[in-house]
C-alpha cells in the first residue's frame, strides 16, 4: 500500500483493522474522539462492530467479554478515562485475556487540560488498578510507528495472553504524518488457537471459565507466580528501544520516549554544531523498561538527563537502571505545556557545566 | 423398564452448592439450567457471574462462564455478544450487584437492546457481605447498615427494577417472578423460558427478576422465609410481565389540547 496522509488517531484505528480486530468499544473524551468516530464507521465496512459504551466502566467491561469469547477486541481513551478502566484491566490482567488499549495522555491530575502530557507513565507501567500485575506498554514516537506498535500489540496480547497498553501523549493522536501499512503482515508472534476462550463448552470438553478469582490462597499465590513467569518472559523477550549517537562518544546521554524524544533529537542535532556531544535511549517498550541498555549507555556519559511531560516518573526506572554511578537530571514540563530544543540545550548546558554536574 | 420422569439437568452441575439453606438461589439456577436443556442451546451458552452470593455460579452451570466484575455483568456480556452474536448469552446477578453498582449498566444493557437474558435475584438485601441494606431493602426492615429499619427519608424508597426498566422505549421482555411455592416457581420457569426464546429469535433484550428468599441475612429459620417473602415482597414487588417487545407501550402522549 502507498503512503497515506493520516491523522494518528485514525492511523491508530486503521491499523487495528488492519491487525484483524472487528471490535470496539469506547466512550467519548478529548484528545482522542477520532479514534472511536473512525472505527465508527470502519469496522462496519469489514463486518465489525462498534459500539459507543455509556462509561469508560461498560467499555472496559465489554472488551473484558469480548476477549474472553476470544475475538481481538480494543479500546482507547485519555487519562481520565484510562483512571475508570482500572478494576476491569486488573479483571483482563488476571484472567489473563489478549486485550489492546490505547492511552492518548492528557494533563492531570483529576480533570487536568485536553493538551498532551505524559503524567500517565506510573498507572501504565506500574499496574495501576489493584493487585500485582503488568501491562505490556509500548510508546510510540511518530505516527507511523504508532500504527506499526498498534499491529505488533494485537500479537503481543495474544502471545502473552495480557493486556498491551499503547501510551501515546496528545500529539501522536492529533498530529498527521505520512503512513504505510504494507502488505502481507507476518505475526511478530507465533499465534495458537485460542483453546480457551468461553465460545460455548461441546460434547465432553470441560468448561472454560473467564475468571480470576481464586478463593484458595495456594491457588491464588501459584497464580501470581504463573504471571509473573510471564512478565519475566516478557523481560527477556520483549524490550524495544531505540538509540540515537549512543554508539559514539558523549558526554550526555539522554533518556525521553514519545514524542518528546523527537524534540531531544532536536537538541542534540543544535548542540553537535555547537561542539557538545549527546546521545539519547529512547525506550519504545516502557514495560518492560531497556534497564540494561540504559546501564550501559549512561556509563559512557558523564551524567544523564531525563526530559518528560510530566513532574518525573520514567526518572524512577532510569535511576533504577543507572544504580547511582551516573548524576542524574531531570527537565519536565506539565500541564500541556510542551518542551523546545532550546530549553533542552540549555539544560544540557547547564547540566555539563561544572556547577551542576556533580548534582543529581 | 422404567422411565426417567426427573434427573439433574445436563446444565446443573453435580456439585454442592454454597448456598445456606432456605435459600431460593438453587431452585433458580435449576430453572434456568432446564430452561438451557430444553431450548437446546446449553453447547453454546455463556453465563456471566456476577459478585454477591452467585459470584460462584460458574461452578454450578456445565456452560461456559465469564466471572464479571462487581456490578458490570451487562457490560461483560454486550462484549461477548457482539463479539459472538451466534452464542446464547445470560447474566445471573442479585439486587446488589444490578440495582445498586450495576444500575447504568443494566439500564443500558436494556436500551441498547442487547439481545442477551438477565436472570436478576431479587432477595432485598446483601447476602454474601453479610447483609447490609440493597436498594431493594424494604422500608422498615433490619440490616446490619439500618439497624432500625430502613429509614425512607434517609434511603429513599426501594427500587422496582422491573418497573423501572419497562419505562425505556427499546423493545424489550420484562418480567417479575417468584419461586418461594412449586407452582410460582413453575411461572418462573416460563417466565425465563420465554426470556431465552426472545433472545434465541434475536427479538430482544429479556430480564426477568426473580424474588428469592434469605433466611440468613432476613434473621428468619429457613422455613419462616417463603412466609415472609410472600407477606412482604409480593405486596410491593408485584409479579407479572411489566413489558413485552410486540406492544409500543408507554408511548409518548400528545402535549396540549
Known amino acids: ?360 | 423398564m422404567a422411565e426417567t420422569v426427573f434427573c439433574r439437568p445436563e446444565a446443573l452441575a453435580n456439585v454442592h452448592t454454597h448456598y445456606c439453606p432456605g435459600c431460593t438461589h438453587g431452585v433458580i439456577h435449576r430453572l434456568v439450567a432446564e430452561v438451557v436443556d430444553e431450548l437446546g442451546v446449553r453447547e453454546r451458552t455463556i453465563g456471566i457471574a456476577p459478585v454477591g452470593c452467585s459470584v460462584l455460579a460458574y461452578n454450578y452451570f456445565t456452560t461456559d462462564f465469564h466471572e464479571a466484575s462487581h456490578g458490570r455483568a451487562p457490560a461483560v456480556a454486550t462484549g461477548v455478544k457482539r463479539a459472538r452474536p451466534d452464542l446464547v448469552v445470560f447474566s445471573y446477578q442479585g439486587d446488589g450487584d444490578l440495582a445498586s453498582i450495576g444500575m447504568g449498566e443494566i439500564v443500558h444493557c436494556a436500551n441498547r437492546g442487547e439481545k442477551i437474558t438477565v436472570i436478576f435475584v431479587n432477595n432485598a438485601i446483601y447476602g454474601m457481605t453479610g447483609g447490609q441494606m440493597a436498594p431493594t431493602t424494604l422500608p422498615g426492615q433490619v440490616a446490619t447498615t439500618c439497624q432500625t429499619g430502613r429509614d425512607v427519608s434517609l434511603a429513599g424508597y426501594p427500587i422496582r427494577v422491573s418497573e423501572l426498566l419497562s419505562t425505556l422505549r427499546t423493545p424489550a421482555f420484562v418480567a417479575r417472578a417468584s419461586v418461594h411455592t412449586p407452582l410460582m416457581a413453575v411461572n418462573a420457569k416460563e417466565m425465563i423460558r420465554r426470556a431465552f426464546k426472545y433472545q434465541i429469535a434475536n427479538a430482544c433484550f429479556s430480564l426477568v427478576e426473580v424474588l428469592s428468599t434469605c433466611p440468613t441475612n432476613w434473621g428468619i429459620p429457613p422455613a419462616e422465609a417463603t412466609a415472609w417473602l410472600e407477606a412482604n415482597m409480593i405486596p410491593y414487588y408485584p409479579l407479572g410481565i411489566f413489558k413485552v417487545p410486540e406492544k409500543e407501550d408507554r408511548a409518548p402522549k400528545p402535549m396540549g389540547k
Open chain 1, 1 to 360: 500500500m502507498a503512503k497515506k496522509l493520516m491523522k494518528g488517531s485514525e492511523a491508530i484505528g486503521e491499523a487495528a483493522v488492519q491487525a484483524g480486530c472487528k471490535l470496539f468499544f469506547g466512550y467519548p473524551i478529548t484528545p482522542q474522539n477520532e479514534i472511536p468516530e473512525y472505527m465508527s464507521h470502519r469496522l462496519p465496512q469489514v463486518g465489525g462492530m462498534f459500539v459507543q459504551a455509556e462509561s469508560e466502566v461498560a467499555a472496559s467491561n465489554m472488551i473484558y467479554g469480548a476477549a474472553g469469547s476470544g475475538e481481538r477486541v480494543f479500546t482507547s481513551s485519555s487519562s481520565p478515562g484510562i483512571s475508570l478502566m482500572q478494576e476491569a484491566i486488573s479483571y483482563i490482567a488476571g484472567s489473563e485475556l489478549p486485550v489492546v488499549l490505547v492511552n492518548i495522555m492528557r494533563a492531570g491530575p483529576g480533570l487536568g487540560g485536553i493538551l498532551p502530557s505524559q503524567a500517565d507513565y506510573f498507572q501504565a507501567t506500574k499496574g495501576g488498578g489493584h493487585g500485582d500485575y503488568r501491562l505490556l506498554v509500548l510508546a510510540p514516537w511518530s505516527v507511523q510507528e504508532a500504527a506499526d506498535l498498534v499491529q505488533d500489540a494485537f500479537d503481543l496480547a495474544d502471545y502473552y495472553r495480557n493486556p498491551v497498553m499503547i501510551l501515546g501523549d496528545g500529539l501522536i493522536g492529533q498530529m498527521m504524518e505520512p503512513v504505510e501499512f504494507k502488505e502481507g503482515r507476518v505475526p511478530c508472534k507465533p499465534l495458537e488457537p485460542k483453546k480457551w476462550a468461553a465460545t460455548g463448552c461441546k460434547g465432553d470438553r470441560p468448561t472454560n471459565i473467564i475468571n480470576s478469582l481464586y478463593l484458595d490462597p495456594k491457588e491464588l499465590e501459584d497464580h501470581n507466580q504463573k504471571l509473573v513467569a510471564k512478565y519475566e518472559t516478557m523481560q527477556r523477550d520483549e524490550v524495544r528501544f531505540a538509540e540515537y549517537g549512543a554508539t559514539e562518544k558523549y558526554d550526555l546521554l539522554i533518556v525521553a520516549y514519545g514524542t518528546v524524544a523527537r524534540v531531544c533529537v532536536t537538541a542534540i542535532e543544535d548542540m553537535r554544531e555547537e561542539g557538545i556531544n549527546a546521545a539519547m535511549i529512547r525506550p519504545v517498550s516502557l514495560y518492560p523498561f531497556p534497564y540494561a541498555k540504559v546501564r550501559e549507555a549512561a556509563q559512557k556519559a558523564k551524567a544523564v538527563l531525563v526530559t518528560e511531560l510530566s513532574t518525573g516518573q520514567m526518572i524512577e526506572d532510569v535511576r533504577l537502571a543507572v544504580e547511582g554511578k551516573r548524576p542524574i537530571h531531570f527537565y519536565g514540563r506539565q500541564g500541556g505545556m510542551l518542551i523546545s530544543p532550546e530549553e533542552i540545550t540549555a539544560k544540557a548546558k547547564a547540566i555539563l557545566s561544572k556547577k551542576e554536574a556533580r548534582n543529581g
